[in-house]
């Protein structure tokens, strides 16, 4: 399976279209200022992004200064509190994928300028990733990343981790996505899956100006049903919830800049603090890591 850009969505192939509901507008703050609808699916819990642009016309939705992801800039003050935080952030992911597994083979599926790969490489993980972005390859292959452009080209049940940093959100078919984990992951393997949480505090707080709904490019928004569904279809197992306590903070710098028109560091830094202050009593932070494994049967 190629990781490749959304296909239009209509009403044969968008997931449960008929049982869903209008939850909200939602503006495109980065490039082209266009508004999309949220649609609401009840029996998942998950909302839609409706509707999905043309698979000709998406790429130009991922040409946004605020797309840090597929950069490694470090001059403006922001940019640097970005790679600061991620420096940070590559310990704790490099920590639990020691914590879940043996060293092995580690794929990244959606490896951006390839950091998390490189750190998992220097502490003698076997890694290999999936990039659809020339850009951000080039840049990660100068780190020493590998990359396949396919995961048809990919062994069955030879990944001890499968890994997706805020990845799956902009995956067009979620099933076969989903399918073709469960195809690479040995059966003693674990999937991790972050991804942000529209029932978390910031986000209920900014709503339609909060950052991290990304329209049109983020496809889905999960919540922790959403994640155990889903991945229970293919026998995957929920097995632990774990806080991104910095993406509170990095969401409501955007959100403030989409609802002000400039970066209030201070009212960011209180609302990203009460949302984890929040997160902390409701289990429902900014956004989350998702551990799953084979069920045992």
Not at 144 to 157: A, D, I, P, T
Not at 160 to 188: A, F, G, Y
Not at 195 to 201: E, I, T
């Amino acid at each position: 399976m190629k990781l490749t850009l959304p296909t239009p969505i209509n009403k044969e192939n968008l997931m449960n279209i008929e049982k869903t509901k209008h939850f909200l507008n939602v503006k495109d703050f980065s490039v082209s200022q266009e508004t999309f609808e949220l649609l609401y699916d009840e029996e998942l819990d998950m909302l839609i992004t409706h509707p999905q642009p043309s698979l000709e016309k998406l790429p130009s939705y991922y040409e946004s200064v605020d797309y840090i992801s597929h950069t490694d800039g470090n001059k403006s003050l922001f940019e640097k509190m970005y790679q600061f935080v991620k420096s940070i952030a590559l310990k704790n992911k490099l920590k639990l994928i020691n914590s879940e597994s043996p060293k092995g083979r580690i794929l990244d599926i959606g490896a951006g300028v390839g950091d998390f790969l490189s750190v998992a490489k220097n502490d003698d993980w076997q890694t290999i990733g999936i990039e659809p972005s020339e850009k951000a390859k080039v840049i990660a292959k100068n780190k020493g990343v590998s990359f396949v452009e396919n995961l048809s080209e990919l062994e069955s049940n030879s990944f001890d981790v499968i890994t997706m940093w805020h990845v799956l959100e902009h995956v067009p078919d979620l099933e076969n996505q989903i399918k073709e984990l469960k195809r690479l992951i040995k059966p003693t393997g674990t999937v991790i899956i972050a991804v942000p949480n529209f029932k978390s505090y910031d986000a209920s707080h900014y709503r339609n100006f909060w950052a991290a709904y990304d329209v049109p490019i983020h496809l889905w928004h999960f919540s922790k049903t959403a994640i155990k569904k889903l991945f229970a279809n293919e026998n995957l197992e929920l097995v632990k919830v774990l806080p991104m306590k910095f993406d509170s903070f990095y969401v409501s710098l955007l959100s403030e800049k989409y609802k002000t028109g400039k970066m209030n560091f201070i009212k960011a830094f209180y609302i990203g603090l009460k949302s984890n202050w929040k997160g902390n009593q409701n289990s429902e932070y900014s956004s989350h890591i998702y551990v799953l494994k084979n069920a045992k049967n």
